[in-house]
Structure formats: C-alpha cells, structure tokens
T-cell receptor, first 116, second 108 residues
C-alpha cells in the first residue's frame, strides 16, 4: 500500500509553454502533498507544501505565480510550470503524507522536465 | 537555520565490511530525523526513523543530540545495500529538509 504516482514521467516542452504534472496517491487519502525539485547530483529541495482544499505554502525563493499548485482532492495534487524556460528543466518529485496513523512521506517516481 | 549535512558524497566499502554514513544537523527545535534510501531506478523510500529505534535491513541510526548527529551504521555491508542515502530532518508541518545524499557502493 501507500503508492504515489506521477504523470508524466518525462516531458519535453518549448520555452514559453506551460506544463502540468500530476501527483496521485493511489490507495490512501493524502491530506498533505509536497513538491520537490532535484537538480542533477544534488539533493531534493522543497518547493511547496500543498494541503487539500487550501492554498499551497511556498518555500522562500519559489515563485508561486510560476509554479502553480492545486490540491483539489485528497488523492490529487498538480504542479503547473507556467511559461517554462530552460532553467526550469529539472527533476520534479512529489510526496504524499497524512496517511492515517503514519508519519512518513511516500514519494512519487518523479517527472523529468526538459524545456527547449 | 535548519540544515542537514552529509559530508561524504561517495562512499565505497567492501562486502562484509562495516559501513557508516555520516549525518549532522542544525535545528533549534526538537529534531525528528529520518534516513531515506533510493535504490537504482527506484523512488525514494523511508529506511528508518530515529524515534522508532528499530533496525531495518541491518541498519541502525542513533540520534546524538550532543554532537547533533544521526549517523547510519551497518556492521556487515551487503551488495544490495548499494544505493543513494539521504538523511532528512523533519521540521514543522511534516516538512523535510534533506542532506546532499551519500552514494554508497558495496564492492564484491
């Protein structure tokens, strides 16, 4: 149990376009979802915390108008990279927490975004 | 400031040898620390949590508040232990601060 999926696994888009990444908790309800960014050979950096039914909380330095997060249900959160630029190319990982009686976060497999 | 430091980016040991992955943290509150592991081509997954004080896959980690450390240890390394290991500090609202990670390679 406690599986988190992400879609798509890879995406290539042109500069100036927007890309949406989905994060789903498949077998549990996630009251909280987290979005991370990972640069090559570097650690995961938390971008924002998303709670179902409320606005996301962004970490310092993360542009909320550029990285739109929606957590419309207890099993789905989306990250939209708006007006993407090559510097937005990265590996984006989501995790889900809040599973009843569990403290840990469950991670998705990640989405590789390449902006050309 | 909240910070997790893993001083070794790469660590290579022989099968059967002891292994220790270092982790130090900086946090003004009461720390809650985790070790996450990422095997090749797999997603990040929880290895162990300091509060549970359990041994998972032969790994243990003890929180030393005096030295602000949470080193991961295993007495006899196995080849299947080769992976990327991340130390993480949980702050408010379940947020995790990750260290840079250590790539552990077990040589046969």
């Amino acid at each position: 149990g406690a599986v988190v999926s992400q879609h798509p696994s890879r995406v290539i888009c042109k500069s100036g376009t927007s890309v949406k990444i989905e994060c789903r908790s498949l077998d549990f309800q996630a009251t909280t979802m987290f979005w991370y960014r990972q640069f090559p050979k570097q650690s995961l950096m938390l971008m924002a915390t998303s709670n179902e039914g409320s606005k996301a909380t962004y970490e310092q330095g993360v542009e909320k108008d550029k990285f739109l997060i929606n957590h419309a249900s207890l099993t789905l959160s989306t990250l939209t990279v708006t007006s993407a630029h090559p510097e937005d190319s990265s590996f984006y990982i989501c995790s889900a927490g809040g599973r009843a009686g569990r403290y840990e976060q469950y991670f998705g497999p990640g989405t590789r975004l390449t902006v050309t | 400031a909240q910070r997790v430091t893993q001083p070794e980016k790469l660590l290579s040991v022989f099968k059967g040898a002891p292994v220790e992955l270092k982790c130090n943290y900086s946090y003004s509150g009461s720390p809650e620390l985790f070790w996450y592991v990422q095997y090749s081509r797999q997603r990040l997954q929880l290895l162990l949590r300091h509060i549970s004080r359990e041994s998972i896959k032969g790994f243990t980690a003890d929180l030393n508040k005096g030295e602000t450390s949470f080193h991961l240890k295993k007495p006899f390394a196995q080849e299947e232990d080769s992976a990327m290991y991340y130390c993480a500090l949980q702050t408010g609202a379940q947020k995790l601060v990750f260290g840079q990670g250590t790539r552990l390679t077990i040589n046969p």
